[in-house]
């Protein structure tokens, strides 16, 4: 079992900042993905970054890259999205998810089905 609680979310002006964080707790095993995901009402969720836990690899959305960076901390079991130079469209709830297959390659795929624990979300709020 895992559990998962995000923190960070606020609100800021167009061109601001944020970094939010997911804190896991039970199985933090390795070489698992983890995500973070953006939901706004009406539309689908949408994949913002995933990263390997205990490795390197990481992915983006193309919307987010060279703006937003998934970094991890794995003596505290967080993982990290800094989020730079913040559009309105970047606004909405931010879930961090945790997939438990063992991935052997890379976490390449921002498919929301291969995750199997959810946050309960932070919410992001920018202005223009």
């Known amino acids: 079992q895992v559990q998962l609680v995000e923190s960070g979310g606020g609100s800021v002006q167009a061109g601001g900042s944020l970094r939010l964080s997911c804190v896991a707790s039970?199985?933090?095993?390795?070489?698992?993905?983890m995500g973070w995901f953006r939901q706004v009402p009406g539309k689908e969720s949408a994949g913002v970054a995933i990263?390997?836990?205990?490795?390197?690899?990481?992915y983006y959305a193309d919307s987010v890259k060279g703006r937003f960076t998934i970094s991890q901390d794995n003596a505290k079991g967080t993982v990290y999205l800094q989020m730079n130079s913040l559009k309105p469209e970047d606004a909405g709830m931010y879930y961090c998810?945790?997939?438990?297959?063992?991935?052997?390659?890379?976490?390449?795929?921002?498919?929301?089905?291969?995750?199997?624990?959810w946050g309960q979300g932070t919410q992001v709020t920018v202005s223009s």
């Open positions: 990263i390997k836990i205990g490795a390197l690899n990481t």
């Open positions: 998810a945790r997939s438990t297959r063992l991935i052997s390659g890379n976490c390449d795929t921002l498919q929301p089905t291969i995750f199997d624990y």
């Open positions: 039970g199985d933090t095993s390795s070489n698992r993905c």
